[in-house]
């Protein structure tokens, strides 16, 4: 089964929150021929954005022209503070996320799903920086400072920059087994903790 994975870019969003998940469903399975991602960036206009530190994206598709999107993923970075007050992409993003099969964000990420009211009755984390405005964007969810990744089931959320790598691969391994998982982080020749349990809070 092929998942449709829609990444959200917006101006001076954290490059390695959404480059290193980009990089983790784009590679799974492509060295034994399997098609088990088809991975896009979606932003408000379709038009170029600027990531941090200058790093211009052109995105794949506007809000207006994606496609069905089985998973959907929020990154954080500074522009979140200005996204977590866009109407549009609030609207959006609940929009999506209602009919995706999972939701997942990275770092200061969660401020706007926070502020979408898509955290209520929830767990979360978000980068240790950010702990005291993710309390004031979503109220009603238990924040978990220790953790790396928090897995609500649906809704998977992951602390800062490098952890969207983690997370990503915590969902390889739940979609496709931990050999696939093994063989993703081989060929990235990546060696972080996204399989280390003390890490990982499993709300769902």
């Not at 502020?115 to 964007?137: I, K, Q, V, Y």
Request: aromatic share 8%; glycine share 10%.
């Amino acid at each position: 089964m092929s998942r449709t994975v829609g990444i959200v870019v917006f101006d001076d969003a954290e490059v390695l929150d959404f480059a290193g998940p980009f990089e983790v469903f784009s590679v799974c399975g492509r060295r034994n021929q399997l098609d088990l991602f088809q991975v896009m960036t979606v932003s408000e206009t379709g038009r170029p954005i600027t990531a941090r530190n200058g790093f211009v994206v052109t995105p794949t598709h506007s809000f207006a022209t994606c496609p069905h999107l089985d998973i959907v993923l929020v990154p954080g970075g500074f522009g979140t503070r200005v996204q977590m007050k866009n109407p549009v992409l609030l609207e959006w993003v609940v929009r999506v996320a209602r009919q995706a099969e999972y939701v997942l964000t990275v770092c200061t990420g969660s401020l706007v799903l926070g502020s979408a009211g898509l955290l209520d009755g929830l767990h979360t984390t978000t980068h240790f920086m950010a702990f005291p405005e993710l309390r004031a964007a979503a109220p009603g969810a238990t924040i978990h400072e220790g953790a790396r990744i928090v897995d609500n089931g649906r809704l998977v959320c992951s602390s800062g920059v490098s952890a969207g790598i983690d997370m990503s691969l915590h969902m390889v391994a739940r979609l496709h087994g931990d050999d696939m998982a093994l063989e993703t982080a081989r060929y990235m020749e990546y060696e972080g903790s996204w399989n280390s349990e003390d890490r990982v809070v499993r709300a769902g």
